[in-house]
C-alpha cells in the first residue's frame, strides 16, 4: 500500500520559515520524480517544486529563491523548506510522487496546513 504522509505545517509569522516534509512507503522510491504543490481556498492545487529521480529541481516563480525541495532517498523522504513566507504562501501543501512512466497514475498524500500571519 502507497502512502505519502506530510508534516511540519502550522502557523507561522510572514518572515518566518517552515519546513515540511514527505515520507513515502510502499513505492521504489528512488525512481520517482517527488513534488509539492499547494491549494489556498478558492484556488485551484498549483505546482511549488518538483525534483527529479537525477536530483534536477524546478520552482514555481512565485517560490524562487526562498523555498528549497530536497530528498533523501535512503529514508524514503522530500523536504521543503520555505524561508521568508508570505501571508500568500498560506495553502494546504500537497506531496505528490510521479513514476517516470507518465501513463502511471501519480500518488497524492493527504496535505498539510501552511498558515503565514502575524
Known amino acids: 500500500q502507497v502512502q505519502l504522509v506530510e508534516s511540519g505545517g502550522g502557523l507561522v509569522q510572514p518572515g518566518g520559515s517552515l519546513r515540511l516534509s514527505c515520507a513515502a512507503s510502499?513505492?521504489?522510491?528512488?525512481?520517482?520524480?517527488m513534488g509539492w504543490y499547494r491549494q489556498a481556498p478558492g484556488k485551484e492545487r498549483e505546482l511549488v517544486a518538483t525534483?527529479?529521480?537525477?536530483?534536477?529541481?524546478n520552482y514555481a516563480d512565485s517560490v524562487k529563491g526562498r523555498f528549497t525541495i530536497s530528498r533523501d532517498n535512503a529514508k524514503t523522504t522530500v523536504y521543503l523548506q520555505m524561508n521568508s513566507l508570505k501571508p500568500e504562501d498560506t495553502a494546504v501543501y500537497y506531496c505528490?510522487?510521479?513514476?517516470?512512466?507518465?501513463?502511471?497514475?501519480?500518488?497524492w498524500g493527504q496535505g498539510t496546513q501552511v498558515t503565514v500571519s502575524s
Open positions: 505528490r510522487a510521479s513514476h517516470t512512466l507518465p501513463i502511471l497514475p501519480p500518488y
Open positions: 510502499g513505492i521504489s522510491f528512488s525512481i520517482y520524480t
Open positions: 525534483i527529479t529521480n537525477g536530483g534536477n529541481t
